[in-house]
């Protein structure tokens, strides 16, 4: 079992399993590496940007019944990389403790899971809390979460908690591998709560979909942000509420998705502390997708997808409109992070194409191609910070195409590589390439 489902298999024990009355000690781990190249990247002051990240994680978890004590040690650090790249606490995070919690189940049947302590977490289609995947380490969060799963297949979550920061920051402690420890604090803060639903066949119906049965989440979180001793902030003060539509991928047969977030509050401009402007915060994200797979071994599937997160539209003004999507990943939809990273949810418009086939049965094959505009001009571009040249009336700002490749040689060991050709326009009219190989193996 790898460490990124070691919290999630706890969660989704079934009841023969949690009333059997036992004790366990389980030790597992993942040891990765992975090569990052971009040439030409608009995140760096130099033309040539690589990365080598190695990170190696051990997961210890001791189950008496119904409760378990768990531990996860994660290192994750660098070789290559200069200052004058885009590295940052996303790339490196010397030995430090990313879980160490309390879990138990109780109720009828043990429905509801009850944890403590610290740990990651995936929430709904993970573009707004999650554990990451490809990123080099992990987002984390000091608190309590409860899980109520009900009969009927509805799930309620509850997650109260102080984020845990990443430390060092500076660049030039980051390239040489510096430790310091992880701490959360009470001047952040994080409250979240979801409600699925397994099954809302009355819109279905209504809308006259002959697809899978549609599911529904329902989400709303709470950030609250100041400033202290140790880190300055923008303040925040963040509603972020929303919903998901989504039906499962079958061979043979149509799926969708649907996302729809607003957000409000209050944030200020800068991370200065002499601003003390609270800005009025009003910003939203929606995702579209419409895919089909079609029959037969390799499970071919293909996909229509459709973004659009705002942007500021007058930096000069008392508002902020720039959407935030919080802990959340963006690789699943906008490729690579780490020295890529180049678009997220942010000021964004990008229909595109996805293409994922299954020659074999250990390997995937993916294809995305996507057009981006910024829904402002006036704001920066996704992670890159910068703007559009001055003068600049088109919105459009480029492509680009993704090609990847997972490969399974033994179920214990991952092979991934793959490439990005980008097309930038209004910021530099030239083409880069990113590409990264990588392995990872479980224990």
């Known amino acids: 079992m790898s460490i990124s489902q070691l919290s999630e298999s ?10 059997d009355s036992h004790r366990e000690l389980s030790i597992s781990g993942a040891s990765r590496l992975r090569l990052e190249n971009h040439a030409g990247s608009i995140r760096a002051n130099s033309t040539n940007n690589q990365i080598l990240t190695m990170r190696t994680s051990i997961g210890i978890s001791y189950t008496l019944n119904s409760s378990s004590l768990n531990l996860e040690l994660m290192d994750s650090r660098q070789a290559l990389a200069e200052t004058d790249g885009p590295i940052n606490t996303g790339d490196v995070n010397v030995l430090d403790i990313q ?6 189940q109780f109720g009828l049947n043990k429905a509801h899971t009850f944890k403590i302590g610290r740990f990651t977490t995936n929430h709904g289609n993970r573009r707004l809390v999650a554990r990451p995947v490809y990123r080099n380490t992990m987002n984390t969060f000091d608190g309590l979460e409860l899980i109520s799963r009900f009969k009927n297949g509805e799930q309620i979550r509850i997650l109260a908690s102080q984020p845990v920061l990443r430390k060092p920051k500076e660049k030039s402690e980051l390239v040489r591998n510096n430790f310091s420890l992880d701490k959360s604090s009470s001047a952040l803060r994080f409250y979240g709560a979801t409600l699925d639903l397994p099954d809302v066949s009355n819109i279905q119906e209504s809308l006259n979909l002959n697809i899978n049965p549609l599911k529904a989440d329902f ?11 140790q880190r300055q902030s923008k303040n925040r003060k963040l509603r972020t509420f929303g919903f998901r539509l989504k039906s499962k991928p079958e061979s043979g047969k149509i799926d969708i998705e649907i996302h729809s977030s607003q957000q409000s509050g209050t944030q200020r401009a800068s991370l200065n502390p002499t601003d003390q402007r609270d800005l009025r915060h009003k910003a939203y994200f929606r995702n579209f997708v419409l895919g089909y797979t079609f029959r037969g071994r390799q499970q071919t599937r293909v996909s229509f997808e459709f973004d659009h997160g705002s942007g500021d539209s007058d930096p000069d003004d008392n508002q902020s409109e720039r959407y935030d999507s919080l802990f959340g990943v963006t690789a699943p939809l906008y490729g690579p992070t780490g ?4 678009f997220n949810m942010s000021n ?12 074999t049965r250990n390997l995937n094959l993916m294809l995305s191609y996507r057009h981006f505009w910024l829904d402002e001009n006036r704001d920066s571009l996704g992670r890159s910070k910068k703007l559009v ?17 997972r490969w399974n040689p033994l179920e214990s060991l991952r092979v ?16 880069s390439t990113f590409f990264w190989f990588g392995a990872e193996r479980h224990f």
């Open 10 to 19: 706890k969660e989704n024990q079934t009841l023969n399993n949690a009333a």
């Open 219 to 229: 989400f709303g979180y709470l950030l609250r942000e100041k400033d202290s001793l």
């Open 416 to 431: 991934e590589t793959g490439i990005v050709f980008l097309a930038l326009k209004n910021f530099r009219n030239k083409d």
């Open 99 to 104: 879980q160490l919690n309390f879990q138990t």
């Open 348 to 359: 964004t418009i990008t229909p595109g194409l996805r293409l994922s086939i299954n020659p």
């Open 339 to 342: 020295f890529y990273g180049v």
């Open 389 to 405: 040249r001055k003068g600049t009336t088109d919105n459009y700002v480029g492509q680009h195409l993704e090609l990847r490749s």
